[in-house]
């Protein structure tokens, strides 16, 4: 079965920074890119970019440079999404999704289930 | 704001025939293909419609979608209750150089 599931529940406090992981089975995982998107309260779906399951090759929406970044561990098929200094606009629910490994091409055919991250003092 | 405009509501009575447009510009829409995403609360978005027109396995023939210039539609007949949830459409920006959606489109099965 292919699935991303992701980790959990997150509450951080502005200035601080939050790890989210999306881990990956049923399918080889350099095959694809993992993107993030995300989903503040009310609001629609915004990409956050994305990073290749082969090269690892990243690239991100520009109002988010400096303070995001993605990784993987291709040993465990693992993606990971790191945001800095939060402010409490990102207060969201955050999704990793499956990608074609050309960025530009395909669909995000499979999600993982979201992670709520709360920024609050 | 988003880069692609969609209507923010849309609704119809079962067995309805709905369309749910997505406009967009030469650097998105005009030159990448269309994706259409549905969302239930609290649950994944799922994909519904890749490639203009293509429906992965899982999704009705009720769902179908259209491209034609800087614009898309999505349309879905034979309306249910399970329809019910926000649509979005999206596609890539070379102008951005990363993936844009709309603003999503709450669908009402009266």
């Known amino acids: 079965q292919v699935q991303l599931v992701q980790s959990g529940t997150e509450v951080k406090k502005p200035g601080a920074s939050v790890r989210v992981s999306c881990r990956a089975s049923g399918y080889t995982f350099s095959d694809y890119a993992i993107s993030w998107v995300r989903q503040a309260p009310g609001q629609g779906l915004e990409w956050m970019g994305w990073i290749s399951g082969d090269t690892g090759k990243t690239d991100f929406v520009q109002k988010l440079q400096g303070r995001v970044s993605v990784a993987t561990d291709t040993s465990t098929g693992t993606a990971y999404m790191e945001l800095r200094n939060l402010r409490s606009d990102d207060t969201a629910v955050y999704y990793c999704a499956r990608g074609s490994i050309v960025a530009s091409f395909g669909a995000f055919d499979i999600w993982g289930q979201g992670t709520m991250v709360t920024v609050s003092s | 704001q988003s880069v692609l405009t969609q209507p923010p509501s849309a609704s119809g009575t079962p067995g309805q025939r709905v369309t749910i447009s997505c406009s967009g510009s030469s650097s998105n829409i005009g030159s990448n293909t269309v994706n259409w995403y549905q969302h239930l609360p609290g649950t994944a978005p799922k994909l519904l419609i890749y490639?203009?027109?293509q429906r992965p396995s899982g999704f009705p023939d009720r769902f179908s979608g259209y491209k034609s210039g800087t614009s898309a539609s999505l349309a879905i007949s034979g309306l249910q209750s399970e329809d019910e949830a926000d649509y979005y459409c999206s596609a890539w920006d070379d102008s951005l150089n990363g993936w844009v959606f709309g603003g999503g489109t709450k669908l009402t099965v009266l």
């Open positions: 490639n203009n027109n």
